[in-house]
């Protein structure tokens, strides 16, 4: 104990970002900048759209429109301080500010987990069980789903948030990334991590896998009925209502468990960089270019919106 009141704690850390020749830094801040605004316009398009327009008053819509919610707020805790990082060649952040940037990271993550579930299962009762769609994913259902996916996501994560405050550091305060994620912050702890890891570990069943199993099991159930349909075009539609979904799903996991579930041993930082790069940057831009260009009830209500502001 007197050792570690003896040591100097660190109270702020450095963010390396990409250590690259300033054109190239110049031209990654423009292009992020860019996604950036792109990513907010296109998600606030559809959460305006399934506001106003009557024709996306439905829970998959709504769903849609929540997706587009946490979507905003990832890329908002991410990449405004991603481009202060690339023009000045790196950055400082405080403890707080680190804790916090971790926090709404995660949050927003573990939520996406759960109302991707929550769409695939709206998915399952339209298509499996049709007749009692209407009595199911009623507009009350819909919205105690919605909260409680939040509500999923911000409080699984506060006890492992909690727990990382607790950590002490009194070394080296560079953290080789653009933002701060978990891997390299817990390197840099002085005091024992393993609790934390083995949180992460036990976080992982409910928060990862019981999601990833409702989906799996409604869209194995999915795939059933849609091949006892008789007709082809019966079953082309079928699978079109579905494919958006099953786009952003698999962009979501494959992202995430490129990142946090395959072993790092022999993987590059700047590797890790990239694929973190694409679930906190392009993923959410994705988004809802997926749903705008694969639906035509979206596409309809876009020229619907067009088309009375020109009368206008």
């Known amino acids: 104990m007197s050792d570690k009141n003896n040591l ?18 110049i031209f990654l801040f423009c292009l992020f900048f860019v996604i950036y605004c792109g990513t907010i316009y296109g998600n606030l398009l559809i959460i305006t759209l399934v ?16 997706l587009s919610i946490s979507d905003i707020l990832l890329t908002t805790d991410i990449v405004p301080n991603l481009l202060h990082v690339l023009l000045n060649n790196g950055g400082t952040i405080t403890f707080i500010g680190c804790m916090t940037q971790f926090y709404f990271l995660c949050a927003p993550e573990v939520f996406d987990c759960f109302i991707l579930a929550v769409m695939s299962y709206d998915r399952y009762v339209a298509i499996c069980i049709p007749l009692r769609y209407s009595t199911i994913m009623t507009s009350g259902h819909c919205v105690i ?6 509500l999923f996501g911000f409080t699984s994560i506060l006890i492992f948030f909690l727990k990382m405050a607790e950590l002490f550091f009194c070394g080296s305060n560079i953290i080789d990334h653009f ?8 390197e840099l702890a002085c005091s024992d991590t393993f609790t934390i890891q083995l949180e992460i570990y036990i976080m992982g069943i409910p928060n990862i896998f019981i999601p990833t199993t409702i989906i799996v099991v409604s869209y194995t159930y999915i795939v059933r009925a849609v091949l006892r349909i008789s007709s082809s075009t019966g079953r082309q539609k079928a ?3 579905c494919s958006s979904h099953l786009i952003v799903v698999s962009i979501f996991y494959w992202t995430l468990f490129s990142v946090y579930m395959v072993p790092t041993k022999g993987q590059t930082v700047t590797m890790n960089k990239i694929l973190s790069l694409l679930y906190t940057v392009f993923t959410p831009l994705v988004n809802p270019i997926i749903y705008s260009l ?6 309809k209500a876009i020229h619907g919106k067009l088309h009375n502001h020109v009368i206008w």
Request: charged content about 15%; overall charge positive; hydrophobic content about 45%.
């Open 294 to 299: 694969r639906n035509r009830d979206i596409r």
């Open 179 to 186: 933002y701060c994620d978990v891997v390299p912050f817990l």
């Open 8 to 25: 100097t704690a660190v109270t702020e850390f450095f963010l390396l970002g990409f250590q690259i020749n300033k054109s190239l830094r």
């Open 51 to 66: 506001s106003t327009s009557k024709i996306l008053h439905t829970p998959m819509y709504f769903f849609i429109s929540q």
């Open 145 to 150: 789903l919605s909260i409680a996916c939040w």
């Open 239 to 241: 699978f079109s209502t």
